[in-house]
């Protein structure tokens, strides 16, 4: 197993754990021989592109995929071969899966109904025939009534899913997988469906909900702002493995290689190759390549690094300068938007403090640690 998937050694037992799993279809290897721990109280985003193989990480979670190999385990038991509807977890998918003709009552409560009721008791009128059924479904209406108060559908209770917005029915669907009081809450892609703005309300409540319940979350996601600004601890996921497993503020800081670095960030991380172009800001750019984040590429008349403007694009507080280093690489600098710029056409020179500097090996891409 690879060092950078564990952080520091905890006694308890992990909520729920992968060990050594892999995952083929046919031929193709989705997900490639890694290990994963999730703890009670612990909020872990899985991040990657599309086709990475968190989907599917999350479903052998769940139970809805079986590997190929290793083992699925909840709080130490083997759970590999355990049907999905045997384990305490919750999934909330992308779409958010609401029954239409039920009311958000119903809803909310269908979780605990088909676990707690016979399907005869299920039945309309069925309550009025058995004491016991009654008392059940005065249990399962508090409980309902109870998570409903916490995600503040009080007032929506008797309407349908149509009659909400997207906002709301996501609250119904996080209402929905809560009523069970599951060990483990699996969100795939939650955010995907809602606009900017009721994406930063919904990630607040979703945090909320994580610190009132103090259960295990697990974030499937391929955008950085949801991981960043919600988990603990990111899981970054590259070509079916993690590539690094650490809080959002390493990952961003000290990117353990190269692929994560230019996956992780508002814009790609620029990559200067070993030569005399990378060592002018680092000695260690004579053998090693030097990373250098757009944001820490300053203007600078008397900078080391030179290259000429290609083209300019304003977006309101900071303005991007798409660039073109004397050596042909690609380069993107990121600067102030009220800044004064020159010409397309005109060369430029820049420098970057040393401590905003990330070096990797030119060969193996790993991250070497660099003198500032």
């Given at each position: 197993?690879?060092?950078?998937?564990?952080?520091?050694?905890?006694?308890?037992?992990?909520?729920?754990?992968?060990?050594?799993v892999?995952?083929?279809?046919?031929?193709?290897?989705?997900?490639?021989?890694?290990?994963?721990?999730?703890?009670?109280?612990?909020?872990?985003?899985?991040?990657?592109?599309?086709?990475?193989?968190?989907?599917?990480?999350?479903?052998?979670?769940?139970?809805?995929?079986?590997?190929?190999?290793?083992?699925?385990?909840?709080?130490?038991?083997?759970?590999?071969?355990?049907?999905?509807?045997?384990?305490?977890?919750?999934?909330?998918?992308?779409?958010?899966?609401?029954?239409?003709?039920?009311?958000?009552?119903?809803?909310?409560?269908?979780?605990?109904?088909?676990?707690?009721?016979?399907?005869?008791?299920?039945?309309?009128?069925?309550?009025f025939?058995?004491?016991?059924?009654?008392?059940?479904?005065?249990?399962?209406?508090?409980?309902?009534?109870s998570?409903?108060?916490?995600?503040?559908?009080?007032?929506?209770?008797?309407?349908?899913?149509?009659?909400?917005?997207?906002?709301?029915?996501?609250?119904?669907?996080?209402?929905?997988?809560?009523?069970?009081?599951?060990?483990?809450?699996?969100?795939?892609?939650?955010?995907?469906?809602?606009?900017?703005?009721?994406?930063?309300?919904?990630?607040?409540?979703?945090?909320?909900?994580?610190?009132?319940?103090?259960?295990?979350?697990?974030?499937?996601?391929?955008?950085?702002?949801?991981?960043?600004?919600?988990?603990?601890?990111?899981?970054?996921?590259?070509a079916?493995?993690?590539?690094?497993?650490?809080?959002?503020?390493?990952?961003?800081?000290?990117?353990?290689?190269?692929?994560?670095?230019?996956?992780?960030?508002?814009?790609?991380?620029?990559i200067?190759?070993?030569?005399?172009?990378?060592?002018?800001?680092?000695?260690?750019?004579?053998?090693?390549?030097?990373g250098?984040?757009?944001?820490?590429?300053?203007?600078d008349?008397?900078?080391?690094?030179?290259?000429?403007?290609?083209?300019?694009?304003?977006?309101?507080?900071?303005?991007?300068?798409?660039?073109?280093?004397?050596?042909?690489?690609?380069?993107?600098?990121?600067?102030?938007?009220?800044?004064?710029?020159?010409?397309?056409?005109?060369?430029?020179?820049?420098?970057?403090?040393?401590?905003?500097?990330?070096?990797f090996?030119?060969?193996?891409?790993?991250?070497?640690?660099?003198?500032?």
């Open positions: 197993m690879n060092d950078i998937l564990h952080s520091v050694p905890r006694t308890d037992l992990p909520a729920l754990s992968l060990c050594e892999s995952k083929r279809f046919g031929e193709t290897e989705v997900v490639s021989d890694y290990s994963l721990e999730l703890y009670a109280g612990e909020f872990v985003a899985l991040l990657g592109a599309s086709g990475s193989g968190k989907s599917t990480t999350l479903r052998m979670l769940a139970g809805l995929e079986r590997p190929t190999s290793g083992k699925v385990l909840m709080g130490g038991v083997d759970v590999t071969n355990l049907r999905p509807a045997a384990r305490n977890i919750a999934l909330m998918f992308q779409s958010y899966a609401l029954y239409p003709h039920l009311s958000v009552r119903q809803n909310i409560a269908t979780p605990l109904r088909q676990a707690r009721l016979s399907a005869a008791a299920r039945l309309p009128g069925a309550a025939l058995s004491a016991q059924t009654r008392a059940t479904e005065a249990e399962i209406n508090a409980r309902t009534q998570v409903a108060q916490m995600l503040r559908l009080e007032g929506l209770l008797d309407r349908k899913p149509g009659q909400l917005s997207g906002g709301q029915q996501q609250r119904v669907a996080l209402a929905r997988a809560l009523v069970r009081d599951p060990s483990a809450f699996l969100l795939d892609e939650p955010l995907s469906n809602l606009d900017t703005a009721l994406r930063h309300t919904t990630r607040e409540e979703i945090r909320d909900l994580h610190r009132r319940t103090g259960h295990a979350f697990l974030l499937v996601t391929h955008d950085q702002a949801d991981a960043l600004s919600m988990a603990d601890r990111i899981a970054v996921m590259i079916g493995r993690v590539a690094q497993c650490a809080p959002a503020a390493d990952i961003y800081h000290r990117p353990a290689n190269r692929e994560v670095a230019r996956f992780i960030g508002a814009h790609r991380m620029n200067l190759s070993p030569g005399p172009e990378a060592a002018s800001l680092h000695p260690r750019g004579a053998q090693d390549d030097i250098i984040r757009p944001e820490a590429l300053h203007i008349p008397n900078g080391a690094l030179s290259a000429t403007l290609t083209s300019a694009a304003f977006h309101g507080e900071e303005t991007l300068l798409h660039l073109h280093s004397d050596s042909g690489t690609d380069l993107l600098a990121v600067t102030d938007g009220s800044a004064l710029l020159p010409p397309q056409g005109t060369k430029m020179r820049f420098t970057a403090p040393a401590a905003r500097l990330h070096c090996d030119a060969a193996t891409g790993f991250r070497k640690e660099i003198a500032v």
